[in-house]
Every structure is written in structure tokens, then in C-alpha cells.
T-cell receptor, first 118, second 117 residues
């Protein structure tokens, strides 16, 4: 079974500062993908960043970077230079990749609500 | 990038009526789509896996007769909430993957906010 844990229900960050959103996971799968999504109040799920379990380098996408520590089973999201528009819910998710069909679904954490303070 | 379109974005219906929600992959073929439900301030919970040309796979506790899923083509999956009741009011969102194995991306529809009155 897979389990995603986000221990921070809410976080505050000053505008232009960096913030780290925590995510740990538990899986017995050898091959998996880790995702972060942003969900603004409109409800849409916006893909932010992806890390494959065999990727040796941490993923980066613009202001987003993923601090992947495989031995600790953690995949923290780092947002640099926070902007007011970053205020939203953030979900960590994992997808086991146990076959080649690509049919495995995403397992989500409970989310962290980030508020950027001007 | 790949786009998943979900319609309608918001619907209000009377108790006892049925509501159909569409999920389309606009520029790729999706043999599998997923339907999630999200209660206010909670995470996404998988309801069912929609497979093109075959029956959907429902998660434990999800009533298959109430939440009818049809995946008739490689680009369209529909979720019909039958005989809706106020407790069915929720945010429903679909997703589909592109690529294979580790080289995959998941894309989500815009979501449908259902209110049953």
C-alpha cells in the first residue's frame, strides 16, 4: 500500500522569501514517480514538478525545486522567491509504476495550504 | 502540453435527478482516466479508474450503480451521478496520463463543482 504524508496543514511565508513544503511517502514499489500539484481556490490542479525514483538529480522547474531524499522517502517542495499568487493548496502525490501500461493512479497527501504574506 | 477538458465546471441540480460530467483528452489518447472526489478542505480521493472499452474499476465504498462511468472512446470518459442527493455535493475531477512507465505526466480536468439542492 502507498501512503503520502504532508504534516503541515498550513504554512505562511513572507513575499520574496523561500518556503519548503514537506512530503514523506511510504511504498514497497521500486519504481515510482513523485508529483507536486498546486490547487488554487478555483479548484483546478496545476502540475508543478515531477521526480522519478531513479532520477539522481533533484528536479527543478523555474522557482520550484524538489528536494528528493530517497533513503528518507521524502520529497519536499521548495518554492523560491514566493509571490502572492503562490497562495494555494499544495498536494504531494505518488504514482507507483509497476508495469508498462501507465495505468497506475496517483495517491495524494492531505495537502498544505500556503499563504504568502505581502 | 497535453490538455484534459472537463465539463461542466459547475452544476446545480435538484435532488433525485441525474448529472453527467464529461472528461475529454484534447490532444492525446487516454486508455485510462481516473475520477476523483474532493470534499471541502480535503484531499482528492480516487473513486474509480475508467478503462476504454471495458468496465470501470471502482474503489472500495464507491457505489457503482450511483456513479456510472462510461469510457466509450480513447478521448472521452463520462461520470454520471444518478439520483443525486445533497450528500453527493462535492468537487469531482478527472485525470489522465500521457507517456509510459516512468516517463509520464498526469493532467487534470478543471473539475466540476456539483451542488445538489
Amino acid at each position: 500500500a502507498q501512503k503520502i504524508t504532508q504534516t503541515q496543514p498550513g504554512m505562511f511565508v513572507q513575499e520574496k522569501e523561500a518556503v519548503t513544503l514537506d512530503c514523506t511517502y511510504d511504498t514497497s514499489d521500486q519504481s515510482y514517480g513523485l508529483f507536486w500539484y498546486k490547487q488554487p481556490s478555483s479548484g483546478e490542479m496545476i502540475f508543478l514538478i515531477y521526480q522519478g525514483s531513479y532520477d539522481e538529480q533533484n528536479a527543478t522547474e523555474g522557482r520550484y525545486s524538489l528536494n528528493f531524499q530517497k533513503a528518507r522517502k521524502s520529497a519536499n517542495l521548495v518554492i523560491s522567491a514566493s509571490q502572492l499568487g503562490d497562495s494555494a493548496m499544495y498536494f504531494c502525490a505518488m504514482r507507483p509504476i509497476s508495469d508498462q501500461t501507465g495505468a497506475n493512479n496517483l495517491f495524494f497527501g492531505t495537502g498544505t495550504r500556503l499563504t504568502v504574506i505581502p | 502540453g497535453a490538455v484534459v477538458s472537463q465539463h461542466p465546471s459547475r452544476v446545480i441540480c435538484k435532488s433525485g435527478t441525474s448529472v453527467k460530467i464529461e472528461c475529454r483528452s484534447l490532444d492525446f489518447q487516454a486508455t485510462t482516466m481516473f475520477w476523483y472526489r474532493q470534499f471541502p478542505k480535503q484531499s482528492l480521493m480516487l473513486m474509480a479508474t475508467s478503462n476504454e472499452g471495458s468496465k470501470a474499476t471502482y474503489e472500495q465504498g464507491v457505489e457503482k450503480d450511483k456513479f456510472l462511468i462510461n469510457h466509450a472512446s480513447l478521448t472521452l470518459s463520462t461520470l454520471t451521478v444518478t439520483s443525486a442527493h445533497p450528500e453527493d455535493s462535492s468537487f469531482y475531477i478527472c485525470s489522465a496520463f500521457t507517456g509510459w512507465g516512468v516517463n509520464t505526466e498526469a493532467f487534470f480536468g478543471q473539475g466540476t463543482r456539483l451542488t445538489v439542492v
